[in-house]
Every structure is written in structure tokens, then in C-alpha cells.
């Protein structure tokens, strides 16, 4: 089991920054792929960035230039900076994490349906 808790939302104008952490509890954290997903009122949660335990990044294209994903390992941690927000990336934002299985590719990290944990999620809102 993996318990996870996001933090860092919150209400910022459009061009401005945010940064949202998500702490790791109940398994060896290096173990895990970590994502971030979004899911805005009204439309199905969509892939945002993974890191993955080889420390293979992936981004939607959506947000490539503008996010980093990152983690660290010492605090159980895993970390999206947010640059340049605009209104259309409010949603609520949610950190999840998986155990890949063995021959796990790039498109695997972009399914919600891979990961076995998520956390309770986050609002961010981007006024314009």
C-alpha cells in the first residue's frame, strides 16, 4: 500500500507559478513511478507528467516547457513545478503512483488506469 497527500494549490493569475508536493508513505518510495494527473470540471482526468524509477520523464504536451516533474527519494517526495499557468490548467490536480510492470513502456505512464494509488488531489486555479 502506498498512502499519498498533495499539497500546494491554490488561486494564481495567469502567468504566474505554483508548486505542488506529494508525500509518499507505506512503501519504499524508490520502488514506485510517480505521476500527475488533472481533472477539470466537466472532462475525464487527464495525464500531466511521471517520473519514473529509471528517471525517465514524460509530459503531456500540453504543459511541456512550462512543468517540472521531479522527486526526491530522501523525503518520500515527488514535486510539480508550474510555470506560465494559464487558465485553461485549473483542475483539481492529483499525484498517483505505480509499481510498472516489468516491460513497462512510455505510453503505459500516460494511463490513469496504471497506477494503483492516488491521492485526494489538489485545486489549482488560474485566474485570467
Known amino acids: 500500500q502506498v498512502q499519498l497527500v498533495e499539497s500546494g494549490g491554490g488561486l494564481v493569475q495567469a502567468g504566474g507559478s505554483l508548486r505542488l508536493s506529494c508525500a509518499a508513505s507505506g512503501r519504499t518510495f524508490s520502488s514506485v513511478a510517480m505521476g500527475w494527473f488533472r481533472q477539470a470540471p466537466g472532462k475525464e482526468r487527464e495525464f500531466v507528467a511521471a517520473f519514473t524509477r529509471s528517471n525517465m520523464l514524460y509530459y503531456a504536451d500540453s504543459v511541456k516547457g512550462r512543468f517540472t516533474i521531479s522527486r526526491d527519494n530522501a523525503k518520500n517526495t515527488v514535486y510539480l513545478q508550474m510555470n506560465s499557468l494559464k487558465p485553461e490548467d485549473t483542475a483539481v490536480y492529483y499525484c498517483?503512483?505505480?509499481?510498472?510492470?516489468?516491460?513497462?513502456?512510455?505510453?503505459?505512464?500516460?494511463?490513469?488506469?496504471?497506477?494503483?494509488?492516488w491521492g485526494q488531489g489538489t485545486q489549482v486555479t488560474v485566474s485570467s
Open positions: 498517483a503512483a505505480t509499481v510498472p510492470t516489468p516491460y513497462a513502456s512510455g505510453s503505459y505512464y500516460y494511463r490513469a488506469e496504471s497506477y494503483n494509488y
